[in-house]
């Protein structure tokens, strides 16, 4: 059975730039997450899909963050414009469904380094 | 809001030793996990514990739960360089959202030394 898919692995932007990641979960799996992870820190929810709607948005930041997963499969999360405190690891997620008892299985995350 | 914190955030320790991490959560949850995390890789999954009690064990590595102390440990025994990793837990909980979430804590950097 295929992962969860990200690209690109590696980004690297000044600020003030526009950036896009994309994302590719497991076949049949309902529910897509995007997290940022800091380094030397654990992955922080920034926004749950279920299906192609959005079903918390409430970590992210909605002034330069926004996300889409249309036809509820594919995502892809973009930022406009970017500041250096965006440097991170953008993990995909993917799940079943989106109850309590859906265990999440992560991509392999793109590293982003805004200078 | 949930709040997991585990310690130490860094471990340093010989071969051959034995050793706990610990992860503590503020909020009532009956699923934990463990993730390890290699540098430049993405999360895998260890463990996942799904009640009070639950005790489950994977080659050196042995992971507890105890729901009322709101406390799970990961224990390594006779450790080896290939643990050598960053180990988080991650609580599932309610979301203000009305549908559940992982919550991280900052993960324990573990350094096995020969």
């Known amino acids: 059975e295929a992962g969860v898919a990200q690209s690109p692995r590696y980004k690297i932007i000044e600020k003030r730039q526009s950036v896009a990641f994309w994302c590719n979960p497991i076949?049949?799996?309902?529910?897509l997450y995007w997290y940022q992870q800091i380094l030397g820190q654990g992955p922080k929810l920034l926004i749950q899909f279920q299906n192609n709607g959005v079903v918390d948005d409430s970590q992210l930041p909605k002034d330069r963050f926004s996300a889409e997963r249309l036809k509820g499969v594919d995502s892809t999360l973009k930022i406009q414009p970017a500041k250096l405190e965006d440097s991170a690891v953008y993990l995909c997620?993917?799940?079943?469904?989106?109850?309590?008892?859906?265990?999440?299985?992560f991509g392999p995350g793109t590293r982003l380094t805004v200078l | 809001e949930l709040k997991v914190e585990q310690n130490p955030l860094f471990l340093s320790m010989q071969e051959g030793k034995n050793y706990t991490i610990y992860c503590n959560y503020s909020?009532?949850?009956?699923?934990l996990y463990w993730y390890r995390q290699d540098p430049g890789k993405s999360l895998e999954s260890l463990f996942v514990l799904l009640s009070n009690g639950a005790v489950k064990q994977e080659g050196r590595l042995m992971a507890s739960l105890d729901t009322k102390a709101r406390l799970s440990t990961l224990h390594i025994t006779a450790a080896v360089h290939d643990l050598s990793a960053t180990y988080f837990c991650a609580v599932m909980g309610a979301s203000g959202a009305g549908s559940y979430q992982l919550t991280f804590g900052k993960g324990t950097k573990l350094s096995v030394i020969p």
């Open positions: 909020t009532t949850s009956d699923r």
């Open positions: 997620a993917s799940s079943l469904g989106f109850g309590f008892a859906d265990t999440q299985y």
């Open positions: 076949s049949g799996h309902a529910t």
